[in-house]
């Protein structure tokens, strides 16, 4: 529908917008004639459009067509002289007497003028689908921008629209029946993902429970605190990731059905929950590949590299930030990829992993030979230390980790105090230091290693006499 109106209201559109704008104006003729060009279609809407738009009413009467000019209050300039006196106060008028002669007086103090008009529509591709049409309220904004002064003025066309249920309609065929049996299916999807979250709830609640006694068992016959490592044992990080996700499918559901419904139109909210909650489910899967050997070694390795990661990026975060800013800073008059700050983060992200280079070295013009020599300095450094250096330690870090995982599971896993009780033992001596990688690995992967094998020597611990487990 964008493409639409655009094509129809924009005299000269392509069909490619030109950069962040659709179309640009260099004459007053050619602002003019758009500018009627614009009013000229609205005029005729219901001829051309090929589509099911038409105008706006409210209570019977067509809402009417808004035209607004932003201009400085007053202001002469004199370029051949380089003298002027403007008045920097911005003043609107609303509505506005459009002749090319007021425009010709205008012109020079002319900020934007805005045209706003609203559209009614029906989306009838749902059709073949089998589900309802919606209703949408178009609120269209053409801008004509000249906020910059440079004798290019660009036109801007908006469109926000509002999607809600018609007043009134009758379809013949199976839409609703569908949309029926769709709502009985999302209240099932809904009753599943509460019993999966009550029950992962009740276990996260039960090892809350055991860790206690656990703690107040080896306080009183060790005399030693149990480790936060063999506290985390106890609770299942998998069962949060599900409460998690399940709650996000619920809350999801309920928005599809009141959007099925013709309730609600937040697509974009529904979609978030339910994309959330997809990705958190797949993820939860990996759970399971844990219990095969060669699988497990990926498992491992991601969870014992993530924090020695992690504090990697955020040590080169600070560099990859002093980059953004300084190319902003420096390059961005001269630049179209480092005009703002999250274009230039995503262009030194694509320098990161070796993508566009020669364009981003070949757009930059050397008119200007000092910011010329310094974007060479800037993007060489930049590409040689992420790409050879940080990435390489990136790298090395997991690589690292899965040597030693390797050779854990090679020459056998550190025991820890939780997994030495369950195998028996009495005495826990003071825990001998060894270097800092081995701990953090030994540390990181007791969960996953253990968890195979803490249901066997519970249930033999638990048929010990004299155990208070």
Known sequence: TTMALKNLFLKGYTGVDEDDYSVAVYTQQAVFDSLFYILDQYSQLGQLSVGPISYAEEDGKLLPLTICKEYYRNGSLEPSDETYDIDAHLETESPIEITFQTFFLFS?????????????????????????PDCYSFHVTIIF???????????????????????????????????????????????????????????????????QRFSRFFQENFN????????????????????VSDLLAIVGSILKMEIQAKSLTSYDVCSIFLGTSTLLVWVGVIRYLGYFQKYNVLILTMKAAFPKVLRFCCCAGMIYLGYTFCGWIVLGP???KFEGLSRVAECLFSLLNGDDMFTTFAQLKDKNILVWLFSRAYLYSFISLFIYMVLSLFIALITDSYETIKNYQRDGFP????????????????????????????????HCYCCQRYDS?????????????
């Open 108 to 132: 020079l103090r002319l900020v934007n003028i805005k045209i706003s008009f609203q559209l009614k529509g029906i989306n009838l591709q749902t059709v073949r689908h089998r589900e309802l």
């Open 145 to 211: 921008d000249n906020q910059c002064h440079s004798g290019k003025v660009k036109l801007f066309l908006d469109i926000d629209a509002e999607s809600n249920a018609c007043k009134d309609w009758k379809i013949s065929g199976t839409a609703q029946k569908n949309t029926h049996y769709l709502l009985v299916f999302d209240g099932f999807v809904i009753l599943v993902c509460i019993t999966s979250a009550v029950l992962c709830t009740r276990s996260i609640i039960l090892a809350v429970g055991l860790l």
């Open 224 to 243: 030693r605190k149990v480790c936060e490592d063999d506290q985390s044992e106890f609770l299942n990080g998998w069962y949060v990731l599900v409460i």
């Open 334 to 336: 001269y630049h179209e």
């Open 415 to 446: 025991l820890t105090d939780l997994q030495k009780f369950l195998l028996g033992h009495k005495d826990f001596p003071v825990q001998e230091e060894i270097g800092q990688t081995e701990v953090e690995l030994s540390n990181s992967i007791r």
């Open 457 to 469: 020597n519970a249930n033999s611990l638990k048929s010990q006499p004299g155990s208070n487990l």
